[in-house]
């Protein structure tokens, strides 16, 4: 008989009042790196931000942003799916 062990991590992501997001915590939230949430700014290829002196960013873009990427079933969608348009 086997027995198969489910652990369960919850995180702790920060949301103000207002519904925004510090990077640390919308970086968390994506399931992304910080690093990686500042290219896709740098580029214009992520979510959408505010800078006031602080970069931060709301829930509900968030959440749009990951809904626009699409749903899909295998790798090789995946490569179709971010391929340029020539």
Do not use: C
């Not at 990951?66 to 340029?84: A, D, P």
């Amino acid at each position: 008989m086997t027995i198969t062990k489910l652990v369960i991590e919850f995180m702790s992501i920060k949301i103000f009042p207002d519904s925004r997001m510090d990077v640390k915590n919308a970086a968390s939230y994506l399931g992304l790196k910080e690093k990686t949430l500042a290219m896709m700014r740098s580029k214009g290829t992520g979510p959408k931000f505010i800078k006031r002196g602080h970069i931060f960013y709301f829930k509900e873009d968030l959440d749009n942003w990951l809904n626009s990427q699409g749903r899909l079933i295998s790798t090789v969608q995946t490569k179709k799916y971010h391929q340029e348009p020539l």
